[in-house]
């Protein structure tokens, strides 16, 4: 089945902060967008004698951070993107709980996590994003947290680590 996923770079997100977004529709062709300035080199700027600004060119450690970066997050949307297709008849994001959604990667295959329950894998699951895309969950705000810490994000997070750090899983 085709997918179609093409990746759009994506100027800006209206709203809350987002350095990506999946849109969960057969009927577009860029269903992932990735913020553009991710790509822009991170040089420091700094002041000459005369008080101008200057942008020093992109240190390798510094490209080698930025690239880091679009991979997490190119996986992470990529999470989604296999979240979502579950077969040409079951595309949805409305999978409940985590296990739903691990139950659809696995192709619903019976008794494979009857012995795991959802509260100890999202127990695990709020742990390794900590680890991948950490946040101090008492300064934000309580939205963000749910948001964060929802079925369809953990999954999506464990997908990106999966993808790039697959020991970490």
């Known amino acids: 089945t085709e997918l179609g996923a093409n990746i759009k770079l994506q100027k800006k997100f209206r709203g809350r902060a987002k350095l990506g977004d999946f849109t969960p529709s057969a009927n577009t062709d860029s269903r992932i967008r990735i913020l553009r300035e991710l790509f822009e ?13 200057e942008k020093l060119p992109e240190t390798p450690e510094q490209q080698m951070e930025r690239i880091h970066g679009i991979e997490k997050v190119l996986a992470h949307e990529i999470g989604h993107l296999f979240d979502w297709f579950g ?35 999202r127990k695990e699951l709020k742990a390794l ?8 969950e008492a300064s934000v705000p309580k939205k963000y947290k749910t948001y964060r810490y929802s079925a369809k994000e953990l999954y999506a997070e464990a997908l990106s680590v999966f993808l790039n750090k697959p020991s970490l899983v």
């Not at 008849?89 to 494979?112: D, F, H, P, V």
């Open 87 to 121: 077969g040409t008849e079951n595309m949805t994001l409305k999978r409940g709980n985590i296990l739903g959604r691990i139950a659809n990667l696995r192709n619903y295959t019976e008794g494979q996590f009857m012995d795991m329950s959802n509260k100890d894998i």
């Open 41 to 53: 080199p991170q040089g420091e700027e700094v002041m000459d004698g005369e008080g101008n600004v």
């Open 129 to 136: 994003t900590q680890i991948w895309n950490p946040f101090d």
